[in-house]
């Protein structure tokens, strides 16, 4: 059953913590991706990843870190840095490249809250 | 200018009618255009891709391209309740942007019994 999971579905996070969110992806795609969703607002690019070892910072980068040590694994590390980390997150994956045929197919998400 | 405009909405349409759901973009040279619905709470889900000026139809949906325009639209037909969600347009490639969309912030569809 191919597809892209998210874990954990909910994450809370103390002030100052560092918290990672896990990506994984089975559909054998090149490029991931992760986005940041505020309640009522669209999507912000924060990275993206064209291929393995190897990523570009998206909009809205600072505060964020990622990795990509394998084709399926693209995790998002929350810095204390992050100021306003509260959102939902999520990953997407593409088949990569510059032609158009490039869909992105979305994870289910990971919720974040700062207490 | 935003690069992609799309109507917040709330669209309200009766059950059984078209909902048209419109999207304006600025980049000249974008090949490829998608179409997301996002339910409340949830990710994404792709529903219409369309590459090529015209119509392309897919059940109950059909998406219209005039690249002349910068336009794309979503026909939704026979709207059902169900059919209630935020729908995304996002271009494909946009300037500068290696193999990156650029999402609409979304237009919300109401259908109402």
């Known amino acids: 059953d191919g597809g892209i999971t998210q874990s954990p579905k909910y994450l809370f996070r103390k002030e100052g913590q560092n918290v990672t969110l896990s990506c994984e992806q089975n559909?054998?795609?090149?490029?991931m991706y992760w986005y940041r969703q505020d309640p009522g607002q669209g999507l912000r690019l924060i990275y993206y990843?064209?291929?393995?070892?190897?990523?570009q910072k998206g909009d809205i980068a600072e505060g964020y870190s990622v990795s990509r040590e394998k084709k399926e694994s693209f995790p998002l590390t929350v810095t204390s840095a992050q100021k306003n980390p509260t959102a939902f997150y999520l990953c997407?994956?593409?088949?990569?490249?510059?032609?158009?045929?490039?869909?992105?197919?979305f994870g289910p998400g990971t919720r974040l809250t700062v207490l | 200018q935003k690069e992609v405009e799309q109507n917040s909405g709330p669209l309200s349409v009766p059950e059984g009618a078209i909902a048209s759901l419109n999207c304006t973009y600025s980049?000249?040279?974008?090949?490829?255009f998608f179409w997301y619905r996002q339910y409340s709470g949830k990710s994404p889900e792709l529903i219409m891709s369309?590459?090529?000026?015209g119509d392309k139809e897919d059940g109950r949906f059909t998406a219209q391209l005039n690249k002349a325009s910068q336009y794309v639209s979503l026909l939704i037909r026979d709207s059902q309740p169900s059919d209630s969600a935020t729908y995304l347009c996002?271009?494909?490639?946009?300037?500068?942007?290696?193999?990156?969309?650029?999402f609409g912030a979304g237009t919300r569809l109401a259908v109402h019994p």
């Open positions: 997407a994956s593409s088949r990569g490249g510059t032609s158009g045929y490039n869909e992105q197919f």
């Open positions: 559909l054998n795609h090149d490029a």
């Open positions: 990843s064209q291929i393995v070892n190897d990523f």
């Open positions: 980049d000249r040279v974008s090949q490829s």
């Open positions: 369309i590459y090529s000026n």
């Open positions: 996002a271009p494909f490639p946009f300037s500068g942007g290696y193999n990156k969309l650029i």
